[in-house]
């Protein structure tokens, strides 16, 4: 078996791994609230188009009556309860500092993108229009209950949702005023990567990729690659990170499980270095300025780590939306 071939099935598995174990270990306090937020959360049903009718919303209203909110994107095994940023972080605490928290529910698989069909192996009903939902839908629906800006907000997504965050603002600068991606895979058209995206695509729900953007020669995987996409990034405020792999303070496995959650959780988060390093490499050959880079000496691909990064780029949020 050559090199090539055995680099290839790694990267599979890694991919896979990223959808089969769930990697929420630890949460820590990254800030002490000033109130409940709890007393602030609205949950609503707002109306999607591609036949799926309503997508549930769960919302913080910021504590100073902000209009700037920052929207917050899952990972690829989004769930239909509640946003993992719900189940395994204290996101919600953000509206105590005057920005909304808007967390979309489910998208399982989607890449948060326009498919091009429904998903066929599944029988599924209707067709992910995720893109639209979050750029018009969401944003009017916002504006008229709750008097939101349409414009000037924050799109902030970890692993499959860090792709998303920076494609959607590329292509809607006048919606986002500042993006963020954490532990993203952010150069799509690397070697292997859309064949290893189609491999975890199947094991996260039996989604297939050829009903998203076709086969992987289509043009669509270009659109949807932050790398290709870079230049509708210029001057946009980022927050880009991604750890180094090595266990850190929030990683104290005790089962076995733990232990293979771990080295899953490290494979995975190198990575996502490798892909980082390249992006920011990319932007800076472009002459690309407005992106911050994040790369602490720990951490892997796990939830608290990237709630110590959402904490850690708030400020920079908050200057870029003006709230």
Not at 74 to 91: C, F, I, K, P, Q
Not at 186 to 206: F, H, K, Q, T, Y
Request: hydrophobic share 45%; charged share 15%.
């Amino acid at each position: 078996m050559g090199s090539s071939t055995r680099g290839w099935r790694h990267l599979v598995l890694l991919l896979v791994a990223a959808v089969v174990v769930p990697l929420g270990i630890a949460v820590g306090a990254a800030a002490v609230a000033n109130a409940d937020p709890y007393s602030r959360l609205r949950e609503d049903w707002v109306p999607a188009p591609g036949g799926v009718g309503h997508i549930k919303v769960r919302t913080w209203l910021a504590a100073n009556g902000s209009n700037r909110s920052v929207y917050l994107l899952d990972g690829l095994r989004a769930t239909d309860d509640v946003s993992g940023w719900e189940h395994e972080t204290n996101a919600a605490w953000l509206s105590d500092h005057g920005v909304n928290v808007v967390e979309p529910v489910g998208g399982q698989s989607s890449f948060y993108a326009d498919w091009y069909a429904p998903n066929n192996f599944t029988g599924q009903p209707y067709t992910y229009m995720w893109e639209t939902f979050l750029t018009r839908n969401l944003p009017d629906f916002l504006s008229a209950r709750y008097g939101f800006s349409r414009s000037g907000n924050a799109v902030v997504g970890l692993s499959m949702g860090g792709n998303a965050a920076l494609v959607l603002a590329s292509r809607h600068r006048d919606q986002f005023a500042f993006a963020g991606a954490m532990s993203g895979y952010l150069n799509l058209s690397a070697p292997s990567m859309r064949e290893a995206i189609r491999v975890a695509m199947l094991d996260a729900g039996l989604f297939n990729s050829d009903c998203m953007w076709g086969p992987p020669w289509d043009v669509a995987w270009l659109r949807h690659d932050p790398f290709v996409q870079a230049e509708g990034l210029r001057g946009l405020p980022m927050w880009v990170s991604a750890g180094s792999g090595l266990p850190g303070v929030h990683t104290r496995p005790s089962a076995l499980v733990d232990y293979w959650n771990t080295t899953v959780g490290m494979g995975l988060e190198a990575l996502s270095l490798a892909q980082t390093r390249a992006f920011e490499v990319r932007l800076a050959t472009m002459g690309i300025t407005s992106a911050h880079f994040d790369f602490p000496s720990t951490g892997i691909h796990s939830w608290p780590y990237w709630q110590d990064q959402l904490w850690a780029m708030l400020p920079m949020m908050k200057g870029a939306i003006g709230a």
